[in-house]
């Protein structure tokens, strides 16, 4: 098999109005961004936004290994494999960013013979939307900084300010900074943390957003920081929600792009899955649910985190609730939860395997504690042997859940025909319902998920976290969803406890209000939001020749 | 009249398809970017290569006043004119930087009737070559920081590093920061000085590469800084030219648009004109001289910086010397050079403006001494009375040099139908030459542009530009063109000394090598390469309406 760059681009695309055929759409209703990527134009989203909605079907997984489980690749070739079937299929899923892209990534379009493309395109600047939000993210940042140099009238104390700078890089160095140095004219001097643009509130923004109008709302709502009297200051209080909604303009349309099989994806907004709520943009799940009869979506993370939040936090908010979810799994994954070292995965070991069941097991009746249909997709690798998939399914099916080795790697749609047609075949018993009210307090709702979700025996809170709990009260700010962020490798917030673990405390850190996004954060332990670069970064290794081949996109 | 953009968004605009087909342009050779812009794409490059070409015209203008001179207007409506009276007419000019557009400008592509459109867009992120310049810019900046994180094998001192970060914000509080702080995980604590991204070396880079490859050439050839034993380190040694050269793989297409009238223009990259050369790239000027008849071109400032670096930097790179120039003057900038204080320029003072005729005059000269044919373009404002517009003419005609009043704010094509007619019944006198060879000493060089073209009667170097000539020079660097930073305002080093002034000496501070660009910078005092906001900026007038009605871009 040759890498992911070389099968995307030997493969022959369609122009991007044919997949837009494909869903109802005339050349009016698209933007285009060349001939392979396209934006849907407010008009097409509304035309289409009184049409049937068809399934919505939930991609999750199981607690990763390092190396991750394959949750995208496995979720574009199933949508390939609905297609195959005569199913009218659609994903709905996250734009990758640029950082990890030039750190250790390399490309995250999916993989194999299971891709969107064009994935150089994708994996570099795509339709420009992580550009424009930090383009809106810094010229906010730059109208605070200069309201301080210009008067300071709405009294912001420059110690309090939260809102931080974003740079679509890897970039560690600009993790702690002092800005503002060499003299009167040139701003006043504070601390400032720079993120990576994914991380920033206004990327959750974007993708919680209805609608312009919404994003609009949203912006303005979001805090920037105190004044020397504590009161909170908002952007509205600036009044940049104007201008930073134009920024916006564009970057609130979904990117309509296709499969290596043609089928349709729409690519948009991609919100850190710990801080925030790690799932595409409402709009585009709304669009596609418009356009198609299946939508595969995914969720950040392992499902203790990503569903979750797509199920407490996204549902709410969509034209319709899920339908079912499939669950991803690896073997190499359930024996490293098994107890099995990191280096022994490809081993075949039924011991370790039977083991880390018990994850993936927890996951699943986690799903269905919230009313969805389960069905697991194992993603076989070459290593896998008979006897362990055979394994899987019997301790799967003992959950009277089913469970499918999937191929698309390898095969593309092929790979995932039996999984396609087991979920097409699926009766419609979901009963979606959440974990908590938004309407609880928010130590009971941080309590729920910990105990229902993860397992926990109880939460502990710093005196800092309830000290913030308490602020947001007083403030009124409670009645919003909470959004957990936590290792993703453990149910537990060390990422050493693997398996199922029951006997631990969750600790909670922080209890953050993002007003602008409109949920909770509920950090356990630090969320680095600024990656750094490897010693041997991915950029190294590309390139573009004389005649367009593009290396080292992975 | 209406605003900027109320005109704007109440024009028709054709499909860029229509404009395309114009210049015999076919879909294929188009890479739309949603109805009205494109790219053209590297196969309509090639294939146009070989056609004829048509005549080239500078645009600059004499020392304008703080308000500017409406450049970039009257280059637009004559285009239109040209085309109005049956040429075959094309514009290539910059691209707006979104920094001053949020703080002063509020938009930057024409004026009144004499605009390119789609404003909104060209005015925020337009095909988004600005930002795939910022993600390359500080990609560049992180791979630096995270070699010196990483052992720092190449030796690169911190302390010597001149690659700066950049964001396309006017952002004050970024001109002088320390980054890299917070412990060992967290980089190399240093200064760094962001830049807007136009004031960066890499879009000087972009603007002066002829193709792809000699983009990748020059990238690789960047200065990033020095090692311990103060070796010079370039951005090849990092090996991070290829990555940079994806990043831009887009970038380095021009952009088609259209004017109000329907004129097709090429916008294409936008150095700064002090500390850079201040025109559009070499691809699109080439591109439209094979694409129209006549092709219309400006430089950023006043004729001595602007015309000079046109002249001296850029011709030699292009496929065809300039056929013609087009100096445009204002009644009130002449009173104001005459030395009538600016509240005042708005009042008849045949005494002001005869006096400040004489910086007009040595501009015109300078154009000659170029070999360049000269019409004068009079920008016409509502306050100049007859008298005035009457003496410029016949003070021009002295000179055998034609000046003609032009009102294309109000009245778009045919405010310049008679400065076309000019254009186009003018001889074919060009006798092109530049004021000096690359191949001669440092100061020789500098010394022939200050005495020939600004008037010097000698140049001073400080002590620390005589050192970094010396570095230079013993580097072998020295066979470049100088790109000379000084003020706009002023024939000299100094924004109060206007008209014509002889009696000064040129202080040149500082001597860089921008090996990438391929040129020296000539710094004559501090330019500030990152802007601020004001204290009322017009970001807080923009907004966006339901119905998709724009305003505060002005």
């Not at 994708?122 to 301080?148: K, Q």
């Not at 081993?347 to 880390?356: F, I, N």
């Not at 050493?496 to 954060?521: I, S, Y």
Request: charged letters at 20%.
């Amino acid at each position: 098999m040759g890498t992911d760059i070389a099968i995307a681009q030997s493969n022959k695309m369609l122009p991007i109005t044919q997949i837009g055929q494909k869903l109802g759409l005339s050349a009016d209703d698209l933007e285009l961004y060349g001939n392979y990527k396209a934006k849907l134009s407010t008009n097409a989203l509304a035309k289409n936004a009184s049409k049937p909605l068809g399934k919505l079907v939930l991609i999750t997984a199981m607690n990763p290994t390092p190396a991750g489980e394959g949750k995208s690749t496995i979720m574009i070739g199933l949508a390939d494999a609905l297609q195959k079937i005569g199913q009218k299929s659609m994903v709905a899923m996250r734009e990758p960013s640029l950082g990890p892209v030039m750190g250790i990534k390399g490309g995250a379009a999916g993989g194999g013979y299971a891709q969107v493309v064009p994935m150089e395109d994708i994996n570099l600047h795509f339709t420009g939307d992580m550009h424009a939000l930090t383009a809106a993210i810094n010229t906010l940042a730059a109208l605070i900084d200069s309201h301080l140099q210009h008067g300071n009238q709405l009294q912001i104390d420059p110690r309090t300010i939260t809102w931080q700078r974003a740079l679509d890089v890897n970039d560690r160095a600009l993790r702690n900074t002092v800005i503002g140095m060499g003299g009167a004219t040139s701003g006043v001097v504070r601390e400032e943390h720079f993120q990576i643009t994914v991380a920033s509130e206004m990327m959750a923004v974007l993708c919680l957003a209805k609608d312009r109008s919404d994003l609009k709302q949203r912006i303005s709502n979001v805090l920037i920081g105190y004044t020397f009297n504590k009161q909170p200051v908002f952007v509205r209080d600036l009044r940049a929600q104007g201008a930073l909604t134009l920024l916006l303009k564009d970057a609130i349309k979904p990117n309509l792009v296709q499969t290596l099989e043609h089928t349709p994806v729409l690519i948009h907004g991609g919100p850190f899955a710990n801080i925030a709520h790690g799932c595409n943009s409402i709009i585009a799940t709304d669009a596609a649910l418009h356009l198609s009869d299946y939508v595969l979506t995914e969720a950040g993370f392992g499902a203790d985190l990503g569903a979750e939040k797509f199920l407490d936090i996204v549902t709410p908010k969509l034209a319709k609730k899920p339908d079912a979810s499939v669950l991803v799994a690896t073997i190499r994954s359930l024996k490293y939860n098994g107890g099995q070292t990191l280096d022994h995965t490809q081993e075949e070991d039924l011991t370790a395997l039977r083991a880390g069941f018990a994850n993936l097991q927890r996951h699943i009746l986690n799903l269905q504690k919230f009313g969805l249909p389960v069905l697991v997709a194992i993603n076989q690798f070459a290593g896998d042997t008979p006897a362990e998939i055979d394994l899987l399914q019997k301790l799967c099916s003992q959950l009277d859940v089913k469970a499918y080795p999937v191929t698309v790697y390898q095969d593309g749609s092929l790979g995932a025909t039996e999984l396609a047609q087991a979920l097409v075949d699926l009766p419609d018993t979901a009963q979606y319902h959440r974990m908590y009210s938004d309407q609880e307090d928010i130590s009971t709702k941080i309590n729920k998920v910990a105990r229902e979700i993860y397992g926990a025996k109880s939460v502990a809170f710093s005196k800092k976290a309830l000290r913030q709990i308490k602020q947001i009260e007083q403030q009124q700010w409670s009645d919003l969803p909470i959004c957990i962020a936590k290792t993703q490798y453990s149910f537990s917030d060390d990422p050493k406890l693997l398996g199922a673990p029951t006997d631990f405390v969750l600790n909670v850190q922080e209890v953050n209000a993002n007003l602008g996004a409109g949920f909770l954060v509920i950090l356990t332990n630090n969320v680095l939001t600024m990656p750094g670069l490897p010693s041997q970064p991915a950029a190294l290794k590309m390139d573009i020749a004389a005649d367009d081949t593009i290396t080292g996109l992975f």
